[in-house]
């Protein structure tokens, strides 16, 4: 990772990494609040990971799924679908929530008893990377949600209460999670360059996703297929492309949003 005269990675201001401690105190809750709701966040995440894995080891879920130019197809999951989910971008983006949150956790925690936190004394470019990561899971569940619901969910709504809980647990309570890490924290607006990792991301995710058809034998996502038509695929990759900016563009007005209003707020009652 390159670094600027001055010993920085690009993207950390002359100011120094969070200088305000933003990532671990809310304008709404206190401290020790806000790593509760992370943890409890969390371990949501992980329990639903451990309770899809163990009932998909004794059990077949049916799900059936569509896409725009592609008819009503149904994936019947097993044992198999354990391993087979470490390729879904759907497991993949829930993982990673699971993972922020503890992460996100444990530093606020520490924050709220001692004051201070080891996120802040890690070297810069591990500072950055959390930058990122940050960036990453306040966007990708709503481009999973979208795409779920609006192109690829086929209905009828499953009876099975396990089917149903899953769904809203990672193409439902995702967005949700993201939505509460967006709004709860201090942060500040990301750099407009981190469009260019979510883009990275995505691309390295296609890359996993032709690499597991090649080794695995499937398709994580139909539309992938080129049986198809490339055209199919390059309209794809370029609406997926173009949603990912948008959502960016809204997560950012989101925080700048919310920054405002706790700022115009701290002043009203500055004057009374």
Same mark, same amino acid.
Not at 43 to 68: E, G, M, P, R
Not at 100 to 108: G, P, Q
Not at 121 to 135: D, E, I, R
Not at 242 to 250: H, M, V
């Given at each position: 990772?390159?670094?600027?005269?001055?010993?920085?990675?690009?993207?950390?201001?002359?100011?120094?990494?969070?200088?305000?401690?933003?990532?671990?105190?809310?304008?709404?809750?206190?401290?020790?609040? $806000?790593?509760?709701?992370?943890?409890?966040?969390?371990?949501?995440?992980?329990?639903?990971?451990?309770?899809?894995?163990?009932?998909?080891?004794?059990?077949?879920?049916?799900?059936?799924?569509?896409?725009?130019?592609?008819?009503?197809?149904?994936?019947?999951?097993?044992?198999?679908?354990?391993?087979?989910?470490?390729?879904?971008?759907?497991?993949?983006?829930?993982?990673?929530?699971?993972?922020?949150?503890?992460?996100?956790?444990?530093?606020?925690?520490?924050?709220?008893?001692?004051?201070?936190?080891?996120?802040?004394?890690?070297?810069?470019?591990?500072?950055? $990377?959390?930058?990122?990561?940050?960036?990453?899971?306040?966007?990708?569940?709503?481009?999973?949600?979208?795409?779920?619901?609006?192109?690829?969910?086929?209905?009828?709504?499953?009876?099975?209460?396990?089917?149903?809980?899953?769904?809203?647990?990672?193409?439902?309570?995702?967005?949700?999670?993201?939505?509460?890490?967006?709004?709860?924290?201090?942060?500040?607006?990301?750099?407009?360059?981190?469009?260019?990792?979510?883009?990275?991301?995505?691309?390295?995710?296609?890359? $996993?996703?032709?690499?597991?058809?090649?080794?695995?034998?499937?398709?994580?996502?139909?539309?992938?297929?080129?049986?198809?038509?490339?055209?199919?695929?390059?309209?794809?990759?370029?609406?997926?492309?173009?949603?990912?900016?948008? $959502?960016?563009?809204?997560?950012?007005?989101?925080?700048?949003?919310?920054?405002?209003?706790?700022?115009?707020?701290?002043?009203?009652?500055?004057?009374?």
């Amino acid at each position: 990772m390159s670094v600027d005269k001055m010993g920085r990675p690009p993207c950390i201001p002359p100011t120094g990494f969070d200088p305000k401690r933003t990532f671990v105190q809310s304008a709404f809750i206190s401290p020790i609040m $806000l790593a509760t709701v992370r943890a409890i966040i969390s371990l949501y995440c992980f329990t639903t990971i451990i309770v899809c894995y163990n009932w998909l080891a004794h059990n077949h879920s049916k799900t059936t799924l569509q896409d725009v130019n592609i008819s009503s197809y149904t994936i019947i999951s097993g044992s198999s679908g354990i391993s087979q989910s470490f390729s879904f971008f759907t497991y993949l983006t829930y993982w990673s929530l699971g993972f922020y949150f503890l992460f996100a956790s444990i530093h606020t925690f520490r924050f709220a008893f001692v004051r201070s936190t080891w996120l802040h004394k890690w070297p810069k470019p591990l500072q950055l $990377l959390h930058s990122f990561y940050y960036t990453t899971i306040t966007c990708f569940p709503f481009l999973v949600s979208i795409v779920f619901w609006g192109t690829m969910y086929s209905g009828p709504w499953p009876r099975g209460r396990f089917e149903q809980w899953i769904n809203i647990s990672i193409h439902g309570l995702n967005s949700l999670f993201a939505i509460i890490e967006i709004m709860l924290p201090a942060t500040i607006p990301f750099p407009w360059t981190h469009i260019s990792v979510l883009l990275i991301v995505l691309s390295l995710y296609l890359g $996993l996703a032709y690499l597991t058809r090649w080794t695995g034998g499937f398709y994580v996502y139909e539309w992938m297929n080129p049986a198809h038509g490339t055209v199919s695929i390059v309209l794809h990759i370029v609406c997926y492309t173009a949603g990912i900016i948008i $959502l960016f563009s809204f997560v950012q007005g989101s925080i700048m949003s919310r920054n405002y209003l706790t700022r115009t707020i701290y002043q009203a009652n500055m004057r009374f």
